[in-house]
Nanobody, 123 residues
Framework: QVQLRESGGGLVQAGGSLRLSCAASGRTFSGYTMGWFRQAPGKEREFVAGINWSRSTNYADSVLGRFTISRDNAKNTAYLQMNSLKPEDTAVYYC?????????????????WGQGTQVTVSS
């Protein structure tokens, strides 16, 4: 089992930045692919970014160039640096993990999920 806990959400003005953290516990973190997803009210949960053990990354087109995913295996933590935030980035952000190496954007590939952290971007 892998337990995930997100932190770092909050309220920010458009154009601002936030950094989300995902602390993992349980099995060996370094071998897992980590992903960030988000879900806005009334919408489907969507892929934001992912990173695997070799630090290969994948991003949704909507965040490419603004968001950066990273990981620190020594701290069992993944991060999502979000810059140039827009009101449409407002959502609950979830951290997810799976033991494979493919940095998939498909949420059904991910076995483990955190509880989510709210990000609100005001205009």
């Amino acid at each position: 089992q892998v337990q995930l806990r997100e932190s770092g959400g909050g309220l920010v003005q458009a154009g601002g930045s936030l950094r989300l953290s995902c602390a993992a516990s349980g099995r060996t973190f370094s071998g897992y692919t980590m992903g960030w997803f988000r879900q806005a009210p009334g919408k489907e949960r969507e892929f934001v970014a992912g990173i695997n053990w070799s630090r290969s990354t994948n991003y949704a087109d909507s965040v490419l160039g603004r968001f950066t995913i990273s990981r620190d295996n020594a701290k069992n933590t993944a991060y999502l640096q979000m810059n140039s935030l827009k009101p449409e980035d407002t959502a609950v952000y979830y951290c997810a993990a799976h033991p494979g190496t493919v940095v998939s954007g498909n949420r059904y590939v991910y076995n483990y999920w955190g509880q989510g952290t709210q990000v609100t971007v005001s205009s």
